[in-house]
């Protein structure tokens, strides 16, 4: 299913009442992650559609459609087809959330789910620092651990990865799919045990772990269900990180 520039609300596991912004193709999917459990597809299927929205139409829907919600909003969140930083417009995007949240529902929430790649670009580092929660995925601790869970397009570093995440000195939301594949174990050492030590060193505000909850591209998943993920976690737990949960 592709998402309109504007969605929702729709109840999301992580973030409650959320209104969705999706700043990539409408019909489409730009991404530069290729993930064996992303809801979207394979990027290959996602080439119909390649226009992106501009900063000016993402005022005009996101205005119309705050002004005439009469549903709960918790979070207004950056996610839709792909990963949102790739839009060249998007630190201005989220200055124009930042202020229409602002005037119609202050108690929102503004969140960005991203994949981490750019942070080394400084208009996306800062703009993604003024929302409420820069959410940044780390699925694995290594750069051939990533290859095959992420099938990342291009360059991709988790050394980068992790420099970028420290930037913000604590302040986000570290995001982290576990699951089970033919190439990929989330809960084998070689996983579990670097990913931990990641962890402490960015020392993310609070850890989003969670499981495959609709269909996959590739086949084969297995989902970990919550008391395994709070196993999994524990060390951590009881060093004191907010852990959220989620099947």
């Not at 790739?86 to 994949?115: G, H, K, Q």
């Not at 670009?121 to 051939?144: G, H, Q």
Request: proline share 7%; glycine share 8%; aromatic share 8%.
């Amino acid at each position: 299913m592709r998402e309109e520039l504007v969605f929702g609300p729709i109840k999301s596991r992580r973030l409650g009442s959320s209104l969705g912004i999706n700043v990539l193709p409408t019909q489409g999917k730009i991404c530069n992650f290729d993930c064996i459990y992303c809801e979207c597809g394979w990027n290959k299927d996602g080439l119909g559609d390649r226009r992106l929205p501009t900063a000016g139409e993402l005022r005009e829907a996101l205005e119309a459609k705050l002004a005439s919600c009469t549903d709960p909003i918790d979070s207004i969140t950056f996610s839709g087809d792909g990963e949102p930083t790739l839009n060249p417009a998007f630190p201005e995007m989220v200055d124009i959330t930042i202020s229409l949240r602002d005037r119609y529902f202050p108690a929102a929430r503004v969140s960005v789910l991203s994949n981490a790649t750019r942070l080394g670009d400084d208009a996306v580092f800062e703009a993604l620092r003024k929302v409420d929660n820069p959410i940044l995925k780390l699925d694995a601790p290594t750069d051939a651990l990533a290859a095959r869970i992420n099938r990342p397009v291009g360059k991709y570093s988790v050394e980068d990865v992790v420099r970028g995440m420290k930037r913000f000195e604590g302040d986000f939301i570290l995001q982290t799919m576990f699951l089970r594949s033919a190439g990929f174990d989330s809960s084998s050492p070689e996983v579990l045990g670097p990913w931990m030590d990641i962890v402490r060193q960015v020392r993310p505000r609070e850890i989003m772990v969670y499981t495959i909850d609709r269909p996959t591209p590739a086949t084969g998943l297995q989902k970990f269900t919550p008391s395994e993920m709070e196993q999994m976690v524990g060390p951590l737990i009881a060093q004191g990180y907010k852990i959220q949960i989620k099947g």
